[in-house]
């Protein structure tokens, strides 16, 4: 759900393939056996060489006290980030101030309203479900104020998304310089948006919805240009037959014609804002997301869950919602629109002349209590001491002793050039030239940013972690895949655990695991784990039923089956998976940082917590070069047909 | 179409010119509405924090008639939000002499609020049942002796020693390699990982070595013994690569911004007189912590039964 890849990748003949891999190896080979001499005898050294690293904490700094000393009397600050933080005040408090008006049982009408005409009567019910709950956990105002953030943030993307979209969808030229920045902020992690943002707008709502803004935009623009680019051609001709201008071409043809990835584009924009929402609160987004944080600093478990269970509702229903949205083909009627809005009026307009526009507080719930009771238990039971298996506690010694570890030490221990020269193979293999060669400069970044060793670390728990991921997705997807009535349970399931802010699990993980860099894979597995899962069942389900069948009647066992035809024929869905499990499980590393994960997810969020920017943004940056490579490295491509890369 | 560009420019410009945005006047969008008196308070994450600020909320809304917005902000962070007028006041502050001499000194957007009555303390510290059974433990020049007893998988073949939140002052990675000690620092990188791991390492009177400060909440649940560490003397920590003694003991400040300090009015006043001690603070965070009071009832809890140490407070 968090981002999607734009292209998809297309099965070629393996023994072409097979043949133009050899052709590439030997070139590799060619240029390796030229140039690791060469560089080995200028830079030898086993980590990267310090004469190639650019020391960038004098200039950072420097960066860093200007803005802090002209902040409140530069011109660009008092006339142009001034007003952009004046609007976003004014524009949240005024969606704050009409939530607030309209009164829960207002806003709750309204929702379910109008789930009910995009999406039917199930999902309305449903709405009203999720907004009740909100309330019944007390976390009315907090819900009101994160969904007042995200009308703004999400409205804002949709915009500048649009807006790049329509660019990149219609000028070739915008689209080659557009597709590589937005690619490069697709493996981006949030974290690593926060830190330039809060020195240049201060702690605060402006700071957090700017950020979201940044993160959420994206997946709009690209799915924006996507669909524009994707419009058929045979009824572009006709509608240009027609004698009509480019504006109503664009207007009357290309825009309807692309709603489907509209649709799905918002539809994105609004997950990705709403995970945001919460990471934002570590710089003031107040809210759902300050509650949740809040509550880890107390070691509140129960408390995080009250106000992380309101951030999933939110999610699923907003998903739903714009993705039956996005599936729906026919546009319904104004009348029922209409209905739909006086009826949310009518009942704001009771709620508030009855006096309830506060949800009444003698209608909560408190979940706190017996939520930290049963995770005490678990942790109590499971830590150590259980018989045979042994407790978590000494698992993840043994992941790290003897996975994480070793891992770590080999990738240090490689010297500098031969990571290079596995990265540029790697990504050569799997995709274009222009692919390996964005890895391997994604991957010298690095090292010239002199963050090498630590990204190094960073890499080892990443690989570990994408390991398990996999081990553990195939399995539950093979499960999933062949049965509907697990998949059917496991929805839900991949639901919260897709939604769930990562702070609400970090304190049952580290009782769990302990502190170190065990418990940040865990997490990081917990968060990959869904869309693993997701996207490997929907390719396995994909299988021709007629390859299936045939293979039956050939008296195959189901393993054969499954191991000899579902699974080359899924190939493509599997390798997907792949790219999204390392671009997931990279996205948590940061947040691994806070339980111990070290490297460079530490320094992140170091960064943030000293206002440190030169050593916040370095850190920050190698993330998203790593993120690049690993993307690169996993990410198939068809081979690129004349227009742009 | 360019006209249409042009008139949109030209109302940019014209939106813009009309004067400065200062983003230090702005306030948060979820502040009261109706124009009431309203304070904002940082909170940092650490719940001796917490409760200086639950205290002080209910007493300015119940006895003051102010709106309370708390913030919960890092350390550092908080100093900037405060000098832009996002907060206006942190209530316990553990010294950031670079930040003071930028802000207090020379921009003088912040003003110094006196102190807050706590005394502040980090330091290394094992748990008191490890140091009864080795009661030489407590001497950093016997460490080196444990290390393999404080062994663990993320520190190697070395003994662990834990740090905590990269918010806090630390001095423990030079410390370590100055005083020669077979230690690697790992960092839990929040509290709240640090202290769950302390509880499950107290849970089965396991020995572990921490950097941890006083007062804590969390000695009343977990009763922790300091590490002797060499002496600390004035400017002994000035080049932090080459400390080598204990950190110091830390009055600890409390800071308003400027503006709110001048036209603050019973606000300020009442922060600025606020003063307690350390008792006080660790009663309501143990309220908050260990009991799960919210910190609203966790202050009323305490403003009920210490009305002569807040009357002089409001005076």
Not at chain 1, 47 to 72: E, G, H, Q
Not at chain 1, 499 to 528: C, E, K, N, S, W
Request: with cysteine.
């Amino acid at each position: 759900m968090a981002t999607v890849t734009a292209s998809t990748p297309r099965a070629l003949p393996s023994g072409l393939l097979r043949h133009r891999a050899v052709h590439k190896l030997l070139l590799i080979a060619l240029a390796a056996a030229v140039l690791v001499p060469l560089a080995n005898a200028r830079w030898a050294s086993g980590s990267w060489p310090s004469a190639l690293t650019v020391d960038l904490t004098s200039p950072l700094s420097k960066a860093s006290d200007w803005i802090i000393d002209n902040r409140d009397s530069h011109p660009l600050f008092l006339y142009f980030f001034g007003y952009v933080s004046n609007a976003v005040v004014i524009s949240v408090r005024a969606v704050y101030l009409v939530l607030l008006g309209a009164g829960w049982a207002g806003v709750t009408a309204f929702g379910a309203l109008v789930a009910w005409r995009v999406a039917g009567v199930r999902l309305a019910v449903g709405t009203t479900a999720a907004f009740l709950a909100c309330g019944l956990l007390g976390m009315w105002v907090p819900t009101m104020q994160t969904l007042a953030l995200m009308v703004v943030a999400v409205l804002a993307s949709v915009v500048v998304g649009v807006l790049l979209g329509l660019a990149a969808g219609l000028s070739r030229r915008m689209d080659k310089i557009l597709r590589p920045v937005l690619d490069t902020m697709q493996v981006m992690p949030a974290y690593a948006y926060l830190l330039p943002v809060v020195l240049v707008f201060g702690m605060g709502v402006p700071a957090a919805v700017l950020a979201t803004v940044v993160y959420a935009a994206p997946p709009m623009a690209r799915l924006t240009a996507l669909g524009l680019q994707g419009a058929d051609k045979e009824v572009l001709e006709a509608v240009e037959s027609l004698g009509t201008t480019a504006r109503q071409r664009l207007l009357t043809a290309r825009i309807p014609l692309a709603r489907k990835e509209l649709l799905l584009g918002l539809n994105q924009t609004i997950m990705m804002a709403l995970s945001m929402a919460v990471i934002a609160s570590v710089i003031g987004a107040a809210g759902l997301g300050d509650r949740v944080y809040q509550a880890l600093a107390s070691v509140d478990v129960g408390a995080a869950l009250a106000a992380g269970i309101p951030i999933v509702l939110l999610a699923v229903v907003l998903d739903r919602v714009t993705g039956a949205a996005g599936d729906g083909t026919e546009p319904r009627g104004r009348a029922g629109w209409a209905y739909a809005l006086a009826g949310a009026v009518v009942v704001a307009v009771a709620g508030r002349l009855l006096g309830r526009l506060d949800w009444p507080d003698s209608w909560t719930l408190n979940i706190a209590e017996p939520v930290n009771r049963a995770v005490d238990w678990m942790t109590g039971h499971l830590y150590s001491g259980v018989p045979v298996v042994g407790g978590t506690a000494d698992w993840a010694g043994h992941f790290t002793t003897w996975v994480l570890d070793p891992v770590r030490d080999g990738l240090q221990g490689l010297p500098w050039w031969s990571v290079l020269l596995i990265v540029a193979t790697l990504a050569w293999l799997i995709g274009t030239w222009r692919t390996a060669l964005t890895a391997v400069l994604a991957m010298a970044a690095i090292g010239v940013l002199g963050v090498w060793t630590s990204a190094l670390d960073t890499l080892s728990q990443v690989l570990a972690a994408v390991a398990v991921t996999l081990v553990l997705g195939f399995a539950t997807a093979v499960a999933a895949a062949r049965s509907d009535r697990v998949e059917r349970l496991l929805r839900p399931v991949l639901d919260v655990f897709q939604t769930m802010p990562q702070f609400v699990y970090l304190i049952p993980v580290v009782a769990l695991f302990g502190v170190g860099r065990a418990p940040a894979a865990a997490a990081a597995v917990v968060y990959a784990l869904p869309a693993v899962v997701r996207i490997t069942t929907q390719g396995l389900r994909q299988v021709d039923p007629a390859a299936m069948e045939s293979s039956k009647s050939l008296g195959a066992t189901s393993w054969q089956q499954l191991r000899q035809v579902q699974l080359p024929l899924a190939r493509s869905a599997l390798l997907l998976a792949v790219n999204q499990g390392v671009v997931l499980v990279l996205a948590v590393v940061v947040i691994g940082g806070l339980v111990g994960g070290g490297a460079l997810g530490y320094d992140t969020v170091f960064g943030l917590a000293q206002g440190d920017l030169a050593t916040g943004l370095v850190a920050g940056a190698a993330i998203v070069c790593l993120g690049l490579m690993l993307d690169r490295v996993t990410q198939p491509t068809e081979r690129r047909t004349g227009k742009g890369a | 179409m360019r006209v249409r560009a042009i008139a949109a420019g030209g109302a940019l410009l014209l939106l813009t010119g009309c004067g400065a945005a200062d983003m230090t006047k702005q306030a948060s969008p979820f502040a009261n509405a109706q124009g009431a008196k309203s304070v904002t308070l940082s909170v940092q994450s650490w719940v001796g924090a917490q409760a200086n600020v639950a205290v002080a909320q209910y007493l300015l809304e119940h006895k003051l008639g102010y709106r309370v917005d708390t913030v919960q902000v890092d350390e550092v962070p908080a100093w900037d939000a405060l000098s832009q007028g996002r907060v206006d006041a942190i209530l316990e502050d553990w010294g950031h002499p670079e930040q003071e001499q930028r802000y207090v000194k020379d921009k003088k957007t912040i003003t110094a609020g006196g102190g807050l009555g706590v005394t502040g303390h980090i330091g290394w510290y094992v748990p008191t049942y490890f140091a009864k059974q080795h009661p030489d433990v407590t001497n950093w020049k016997n460490l080196n002796k444990y290390a393999s007893q404080l062994r663990t998988a993320e520190s190697g073949g070395k003994g662990q020693l834990m740090d905590g939140s990269p918010s806090y002052v630390t001095n423990d990675k030079a410390l370590v390699k100055n005083l020669d000690l077979d230690y690697q620092v790992v960092f839990a990188g929040s509290e709240a990982a640090q202290i769950t791991q302390m509880r499950q390492f107290a849970k089965e009177k396991k020995p572990f070595l921490t950097y941890w400060y006083a007062p804590q909440w969390l000695f009343e649940k977990v009763p922790m013994t300091e590490v002797k560490l060499p002496a600390y003397k004035e400017g002994c920590d000035a080049d932090p690569a080459k400390v080598a003694c204990a950190y110091p003991h830390t009055p600890l400040q409390k800071y308003l911004n400027t503006d709110f300090a001048k036209s603050g009015g019973k606000a300020a006043a009442f922060l600025k007189k606020f003063k307690w001690t350390t008792e006080d603070q660790n009663q309501v965070s143990l309220m908050i912590a260990d009991q799960k009071l919210t910190p609203e009832e966790a202050g009323k809890k305490w403003v009920d039964g210490h009305e002569s140490t807040w009357r002089a407070w409001l005076s």
